[in-house]
């Protein structure tokens, strides 16, 4: 059966490295084989802002509740057409990429706005079994792939261990973990390409060809090995057990 992926891209710029590595993706997926889909956020002039006007079949006169009216619109097949198309491609994927520049420390806002839109109470979370919470690494998205390709303008001392900036996983953990994890999906090892500003030059051209070659195997890497909430190994699925990590705290805490 024939893959599928999805490259999600958001810079505003597209002759920017971001996009170059998209295109390089989609490029590079193809000669595998795979269907892949785009997700321009910036081309698309996608709405980042959730308001009630993502919800225009709620008739309540209630103060705006985000959570009820997007299970509601969710269950109800109401969600506005933009989120449905965006949740039908995540739906269709084996594999998702995002390519984004590292903006304060954070993805840009479209790409935020894209998950707070996309990621429905009842599509991403909010699903249960047996009386467990689907997230953490169960949920509508479980067993697909999420891939990270960041690009950031300071070097990699800025984010190495001892670094002003803090490592990149550190700062990624709360999309890596709390936002593709959390729904399902199997996390692999960000790549992120440092001192990515100024002129094109040979390094770049080089980072460009290193990813192109990653991706011919990354349906065989190993994902990220985040502990998943319902494992046992949490206590009411919110509190690691002490035995469970002895001698660990903080993100290293989450990682078998």
């Known amino acids: 059966m024939t893959k599928s992926a999805l490259v999600v ?6 002759t920017s490295l971001t996009q170059t590595l998209a295109k390089t993706s989609v490029e590079a997926l193809t000669r595998m084989g795979l269907q892949v889909q785009t997700s321009d956020l910036y081309q698309m002039d996608w709405k980042a802002v959730v308001d009630a006007t993502d919800f225009p079949q709620d008739d309540s006169q209630a103060p705006l509740a985000i959570i009820a009216a997007s299970g509601k619109a969710y269950h109800s097949n109401t969600l506005t057409e933009d989120v449905i198309q965006e949740q039908q491609k995540l739906l269709a994927a084996d594999l998702v990429i995002f390519h984004f520049p590292l903006w304060w420390y954070s993805v840009p ?13 009842g599509f991403a979370y909010g ?3 047996k009386g467990n919470q689907l997230r953490y690494g169960e949920g509508v998205l479980q067993g697909k792939r999420a891939l990270i390709c960041v690009t950031t303008g300071g070097g990699y001392e800025d984010y190495s261990p001892l670094g002003i900036n803090g490592t990149m ?11 593709l994890f959390f729904p399902g999906m199997d996390v692999l090892q960000n790549h992120v390409i440092f001192d990515a500003k100024g002129e094109p ?3 770049i051209t080089d980072e460009i060809a290193n990813w192109s070659e990653r991706l011919t195997h990354v349906f065989s890497e190993k994902p990220i090995p985040y502990r998943k909430q ?3 190994d949490y206590i009411n699925g919110q509190v690691l057990k002490a035995e469970v990590a002895m001698g660990k705290s903080g993100i290293a805490a989450h990682i078998a």
């Open 230 to 232: 319902n494992s046992g």
């Open 127 to 129: 699903y249960q079994n």
């Open 201 to 203: 030059n040979q390094r």
């Open 9 to 14: 891209s958001a810079h505003p710029e597209p």
């Open 169 to 179: 996983d550190e700062l990624l953990f709360p999309i890596t973990h709390g936002t």
């Open 109 to 121: 806002a479209i790409l935020k706005g894209w998950f707070d839109r996309v990621y429905a109470y």
